[in-house]
Every structure is written in C-alpha cells, then in structure tokens.
C-alpha cells in the first residue's frame, strides 16, 4: 500500500504543528485543509498536493528534523512524484520573486498550477476578509499580487491541450 490522501494529510498536520497565519489561526486548518478539500474533485494526487503544498517551504529550518522537509525526504516517504514535482512547483524559492518566478514556474506545472490556483482562490477569499480590518493592505495584496497571478494561472490553464478543459478552483 503506498502513500495515501488520509497520509498527506496527517503529514501536513504534523509537520505544520504550532504554525499559525497572520489571524492567529492553525495554518493547517485555516489554510491547507480547505485548498486540499476545493482539490479534491480533482483526484487524489490533486488533494495530496494541496495539503502538503507548503510542507518544504515552511518546515525548511525547523529546528526539528522530524519536522524538517525537502524534496527527496518527500520522496522517501513514498508520496508520489507527481505530487513531489507540484509541491516543488509552488514552493517559493529564497529571494524569488513572487510574479515572474514562482506564480510562471507554477504556472508550468499542469499540477502545480491547479494547486496554485487553489491557494490563489482561497487568498483571494481571506483578501476580503483582511479588507475589514485592513482594506489598503487588502486591496495592494488582492491588485498587486492575487489577481495578476490568476490572470497568469488560468491563461497558462487555457493554454494546455491536456488540462486546460478542467473545471477550475
């Protein structure tokens, strides 16, 4: 039996343990279960993807190694390479920038980009609710960051002969 969605989850669980959004708010709670559940219509490794699509970027220099994740650790655990080479697709590299690096590079990845655009619907929903505590800063994020990345999304998304026709998050 190999790696599995319920695996994926427990995995992000564990490894997010302690961590919490600018709310105060469990980050796996509030953010990675809710893109892992809007990608789940879209299979299994669409939903691994999803909860785990931070697991590298965040858990980087944990002080714990059991909590501490790359690429190849991933690998070990036997979650599948599709699902490693998308979280390595959304996973910002130190000093990339945001647009032209991470938002192009995973917008590549016919995974990625999914899971991307995941994450992307759900800030853009959490820029609405900053907007009634912060609206400027809402409003800079949602035009200068969330909606010229799903712009860049969904035409890489209409691009693809493969994927292009799914039904998108």
Do not use: C, W
């Not at 909590?67 to 959304?90: K, M, N, Q, S």
């Not at 647009?99 to 800030?123: E, K, Q, S, T, Y």
């Amino acid at each position: 039996m190999g790696f599995t969605v319920p695996d994926a989850h427990l995995l992000a669980l564990h490894a997010h343990q302690g961590q919490v959004d600018e709310h105060g708010r469990d980050h796996y709670l509030a953010h990675l279960r809710p893109v892992a559940e809007a990608l789940r219509p879209h299979g299994p490794y669409a939903e691994m993807a999803g909860a785990l699509k931070d697991v590298v970027r965040h858990t980087r220099d944990h002080p714990d190694p059991t909590r501490r994740h790359d690429l190849d650790g991933l690998r070990a655990l036997g979650v599948p390479e599709v699902v490693v080479e998308a979280i390595d697709a959304v996973t910002r590299r130190p000093g990339e920038p945001y647009i032209a690096g991470l938002v192009r590079r995973a917008a590549a990845h016919p995974l990625g980009r999914l899971v991307m655009l995941a994450d992307n619907a759900h800030d853009l929903a959490a820029a609405a609710e900053l907007a009634r505590v912060d609206p400027e800063r809402a409003r800079r994020l949602r035009e200068g960051r969330f909606r010229p990345a799903r712009r860049i999304l969904l035409a890489a998304e209409a691009a693809d002969p493969r994927s292009g026709r799914r039904v998108l998050v």
